[in-house]
């Protein structure tokens, strides 16, 4: 994981909990899942209700090592959200639990607008995102490239402490040790623009 990945996914997480602090409620049920798979499935339960799920080249190329199951990744192409058509699902997992997912869809302009009708107003809106915060979980859009996300609040804030863990022992020139429960795993890819929250055919709002 290089340290540029890293330092993406830790200012992902700070904006996450930072927006936290809103608290409003959202307009629809938030969501817990992506369809039937819900926050807290395992890849290989997730992969069963969605069969053509695939990990991405950096979990596929990580399979071997002990680091791939602290956070892994899998795609599917085609899939529905609400209104939103052959959009591409990004299933995030750490610690073999899915703690977000992640959309991109060609229509981006229908993105915003099918969020705000869905959750209401958002409840924190910066340069680069805007936030619908939950309870339990929260919607993250990135204006600018129509990306957005559902994620579980606390398997992100987990995955929070594990990134500042290892950035930690970065800067202090220790490294992280293969193998160890707080090694940052191997070759994962930067977060996308979207903030995690935190998105085979059914709205994850259901």
């Not at 956070?71 to 192409?77: G, H, K, L, R, S």
């Not at 609400?82 to 299933?91: H, N, V």
């Not at 160890?180 to 795993?185: K, L, V």
Request: charged share 20%; with cysteine; aromatic share 8%.
């Amino acid at each position: 994981m290089n340290r540029q990945s890293v330092c993406v996914a830790i200012l992902v997480c700070v904006m996450t909990t930072w927006a936290a602090s809103a608290g409003a409620a959202m307009k629809a049920a938030e969501p817990t899942g992506f369809g039937k798979a819900k926050f807290g499935m395992s890849a290989s339960e997730v992969t069963k209700l969605i069969p053509k799920l695939q990990p991405n080249k950096a979990t596929a190329a990580a399979a071997g090592s002990k680091d791939a199951l602290l956070m892994t990744i899998y795609d599917v192409e085609d899939q529905k959200v609400g209104p939103l058509t052959k959009c591409k699902a990004e299933f995030r997992f750490y610690k073999d639990e899915l703690y977000e997912v992640q959309f991109r869809c060609p229509d981006r302009v229908k993105v915003g607008n099918y969020l705000q009708k869905t959750y209401g107003l958002p409840d924190k809106m910066t340069e680069n995102a805007v936030f619908w915060m939950g309870k339990h979980s929260s919607v993250a859009l990135s204006p600018h490239s129509g990306a957005f996300s559902f994620g579980d609040l606390q398997r992100s804030q987990a995955l929070q402490s594990l990134l500042f863990a290892y950035m930690q022992k970065q800067a202090q020139g220790a490294g992280a040790t293969p193998g160890a429960p707080e090694a940052a795993p191997a070759a994962t890819p930067a977060a996308p623009a979207a903030p995690p929250a935190a998105a085979p055919d059914a709205p994850a709002h259901e």
